[in-house]
T-cell receptor
Framework: SQKIEQNSEALNIQEGKTATLTCNYT??????LQWYRQDPGRGPVFLLL?????KEKRKERLKVTFDTTLKQSLFHITASQPADSATYLC?????????FGAGTTVTVRA | EAQVTQNPRYLITVTGKKLTVTCSQN?????MSWYRQDPGLGLRQIYY???????DKGDVPEGYKVSRKEKRNFPLILESPSPNQTSLYFC??????????FGQGTRLTVV
């Protein structure tokens, strides 16, 4: 079965710095990959989607890259703010089914 | 407003007492699914449905049942809950292969 690994469970960074999160998957490449944000006790909220033929996608201070050779996606939060503190989930899609990584918790210190 | 609504939000029950968690979406999505989330394990899919009367097992279906009689509703049924089903449950809906919209979550405790 597909295995999805997200980098260390927690990432602590200073406000204004860039947070970089890693998502690695095994086996075959997904048709596309999504990133979600989850706040404690709440449902995940969609942030970005990147397709297998796209190298990079941006949305405001967020950037996602997708490297099918490395089987890896990187998620960047630039100019981070305390409000960005949350857990970020990587979700590759296979045959219309999303599989989720365990998530990386980001804490941005003021 | 586009939304997925789950009920109840919190539930404490005893082992063996059947329960149902309801899920309803107003976006006319074909695809609906149920997940459970446990610390360190992330979101694991329990069951999914690609349309009315079409359901299939996800990664952790044991101890759960679902039905999809109407497009908007996808209830999760625990016929005989056990303590290892204590978890945070999420319902989600999407167009096939599209962005998933999640409900608010149901925190279930089985004692």
């Amino acid at each position: 079965s597909q295995k999805i690994e997200q980098n260390s469970e927690a990432l602590n960074i200073q406000e204004g710095k860039t947070a970089t999160l890693t998502c690695n998957y095994t086996n075959y490449s997904p048709a596309y990959l999504q990133w979600y944000r989850q706040d404690p006790g709440r449902g995940p909220v969609f942030l970005l989607l990147i397709r297998e033929n796209e190298k990079e996608k941006r949305k405001e201070r967020l950037k996602v890259t997708f490297d099918t050779t490395l089987k890896q996606s990187l998620f960047h939060i630039t100019a981070s703010q305390p409000a960005d503190s949350a857990t970020y989930l990587c979700a590759p899609a296979y045959d219309y089914k999303l599989s989720f990584g365990a998530g990386t918790t980001v804490t941005v210190r003021a | 407003e586009a939304q997925v609504t789950q009920n109840p939000r919190y539930l404490i029950t005893v082992t063996g007492k059947k329960l149902t968690v309801t899920c309803s979406q107003n976006m006319n999505h074909e695809y609906m699914s149920w997940y459970r989330q446990d610390p360190g394990l992330g979101l694991r899919q329990i069951y999914y449905s690609m349309n009315v009367e079409v359901t299939d097992k996800g990664d952790v279906p044991e101890g759960y049942k679902v039905s999809r009689k109407e497009k908007r509703n996808f209830p999760l049924i625990l016929e005989s809950p056990s303590p290892n089903q204590t978890s945070l449950y999420f319902c989600a809906s999407s167009t096939g292969g599209g962005v998933a919209f999640f409900g608010q979550g149901t925190r279930l405790t089985v004692v």
